[in-house]
């Protein structure tokens, strides 16, 4: 093992991650492959005081900006994976190996421990001399923790601006409009996907205003839609809007009976796409207003609710849309012509629009249903 002031060089450190992404142990796994090769550069740049749950979540595994890594465990349990096949590895295939890639338990910074071997002759790569591990840089003192670059602070400063506080009961995000690694807002896919806009009432702390509050946070997980802003609390009805995907839920407090209104509209032609009403004993409490806004969620924002069948019965759906159904499609059904019209779907794809479907059909990938 190494001292612990010891580091490799950056090229002994790239020639070692390059032996554990090309090996067998790691063929399969994508994910770990993409969260290895991450948190690595990332320390090899001197930002390795970056690694937080919250930036991987959103840089490795393309979560919006409302992920959560305290109470959402995605990465800390892929970290638990990700060092379980690097042991499995270095004591197989890399056993040969002269550094040892670690992920030590309680941090996201990898180490690199020298492993007790005779080597036989070293590539040029570990002959260059060994470098004092780099001090982390200096973190500016007023960058908030949850946003990993200046560019990232830029992009969401308006957001920080304008958009209101919440209630005590339902805290409030900035949406999820870029992957933080490259800060490129997603105007992308601006005419590809539906927007959405969530509308209560005053004051937030009401039952309306918390369900849509709840409701937009399980909407910013949905890679079916596009950036949902901050739930607005109205006074008047809003102006139709011009963009052919853009659909309004209001959410309104109803007396007699008791309960909430759910109405979802498309703006630009005032259509009703659906009038729905929940009783008061369905949202009685934050765990029901929780439940049936993860319901609502569903039932509207999947490749096959409202908006979705709204769109393609209208003709106004993109072919980035049409693709997500037919790739849907195949996940539930998996026959030979379900399969046949996704993969022609998605061959017409963008690598950058493939990349919003949840499933790409490729020789090394299987849908999640097939996997027992």
């Known amino acids: 093992m190494t001292d612990e002031h010891e580091r490799p060089n950056d ?9 554990v992404l090309s090996s067998a142990q790691f063929a399969r796994s994508e994910r770990l492959r993409a969260f290895l090769k991450y ?26 900006q409302a992920f959560n890594a305290d109470s959402d465990p995605l990465v ?7 060092r379980k096949l690097l042991t499995a590895y270095y004591a197989g295939e890399g056993a040969g190996d002269t550094w040892r890639i670690d992920i030590p338990k309680g941090t996201y910074v990898p180490d690199y421990l020298r492993q007790c071997v005779a080597a036989p002759a070293q590539t040029e790569a570990e002959r260059l001399p060994v470098q004092p ?17 200046p560019m990232a602070l830029l992009s969401a400063l308006p957001l920080l601006i304008f958009v209101p506080l919440s209630s005590p009961a339902m805290s409030v995000n900035i949406p999820a409009q870029s992957r933080l690694h490259d800060a490129v807002l997603e105007r992308k896919f601006a005419n590809d996907l539906p927007k959405i806009t969530v509308q209560s009432q005053w004051p937030r702390t009401n039952r309306a205003a918390r369900f849509a ?7 910013s997980h949905y890679r079916t839609i596009t950036a949902v802003p901050g739930t607005v609390l109205w006074q008047q009805p809003r102006p139709a809007a011009r963009d052919p995907l853009s659909f309004t839920i209001s959410i309104s407090e109803q007396k007699s009976p008791s309960g909430l209104r759910i109405l979802i ?3 630009a032609t005032s259509e009703t796409l659906h009038d729905g009403f929940l009783d008061e004993a369905r949202v009685a ?9 993860l319901a609502l ?76």
């Open 297 to 372: 969620a569903a039932k509207t924002l999947a490749a096959d609710g409202h908006i979705f069948r709204y769109a393609s019965g209208t003709a106004i759906d993109s072919p980035l849309m049409k693709c997500m159904v037919l790739t849907d499609t195949y996940r539930h059904l998996q026959t030979r012509e379900s399969f046949h019209e996704a993969k022609a779907c998605q061959e017409k794809l963008s690598a950058d629009h493939r990349r919003k479907l949840n499933f790409v059909i490729s020789a090394g990938a299987l849908p999640s249903t097939l996997i027992r």
């Open 11 to 19: 090229r002994a450190i790239r020639h070692a991650l390059h032996s």
């Open 265 to 267: 509209t498309h703006d």
């Open 133 to 149: 591990r780099r001090a982390a840089s200096r973190r500016v003192p007023w960058l908030p923790a949850p946003l990993s670059s």
């Open 39 to 64: 948190v690595v550069e990332r320390e090899i740049e001197g930002n390795g005081h970056q690694l937080k749950g919250y930036a991987i979540g959103i840089d490795v595994f393309d979560r919006p």
């Open 213 to 219: 509050d709840a409701f937009r946070t399980a909407a």
């Open 285 to 293: 409490g934050e765990a029901d207003i929780l439940y049936e806004s």
């Open 76 to 82: 800390r349990v892929h970290a638990g994976k990700l």
